[in-house]
């Protein structure tokens, strides 16, 4: 099973909240499926593909249905029944979806959502150990903004979220990692710090480190980070974690 690991941003009352009661904090780390889907429809390329294929899609849909709800079909869009079950059907069908927000900028941005469904998060994926060797030179959490970014922070509650329980960082800690991170020369440090040999030794996880594109990924997951906090510094916020 894999080990992922995600950040969110919240604010400094409601981390207030959770650490009076981290019953909810799992919560964070499930992603609304609305808020998914909204973010796969509003993909230019995926609505691409939407707009050419579902008027054949759609029509072969009305070939396939029941002939009196076929009739029915063709009278609200004022077309013979044969000439609905063509793709010119289904591009009126379509059409008609897209005017009722089912489709388009409307349905690709969901309104109404909770803000706790509307937060900042990161995922670092299965990066975050090798990241996290990149950055301290350890393989467990190490004193410090760099070395504890990833495995480091202060637990809420103790219930097992998959792998141990959420962790934070208040305000303070956010800004004081983001600067780290920001640091002149920081990802120098990171490329002399990578070593396949070594690290396939000590067992950093996933592995597979002796690939050459492995640390063009650890370095395009260490800037993700490091703007996700330079970000959530800027806006005073704090951040929770957790490895799922």
Known sequence: MSMLATYVQVSPEELAAFQDD???????????????????LASPATRGRIERLAPRLL???????????????AKHFGAARDALAGEDGGAAIFELMKRRGLIGDEAAE???????????RLSLDKAWHGLHYLLS????????????????????????????????????????IGAELDRSGIEDELRGRYNPARMATL?????????????????????ELRDFFHEAAEQEQAVVTCLV
């Open 22 to 40: 981290p019953s909810s904090v799992g919560d964070l780390f499930h992603e609304p499926s609305g808020e998914a889907f909204g973010r796969l």
């Open 59 to 73: 029509a072969g849909t009305v070939a396939g249905l029941d002939p009196a709800l076929q009739e029915s079909l």
């Open 110 to 120: 969901p309104t109404g959502q909770p803000e706790r469904d509307r937060r900042r």
């Open 137 to 176: 030179g350890q393989v467990e959490p190490t004193a410090g903004p760099a070395g504890s970014v990833i495995l480091g922070g202060t637990e809420l509650g103790d219930d097992d979220l998959g792998y141990g329980p959420a962790r934070c960082f208040d305000a303070a800690q956010v800004a004081e």
């Open 203 to 223: 067992g950093i996880y996933p592995g597979g480190w002796e690939r050459a594109s492995e640390l063009d990924w650890l370095l395009k997951s260490f800037r």
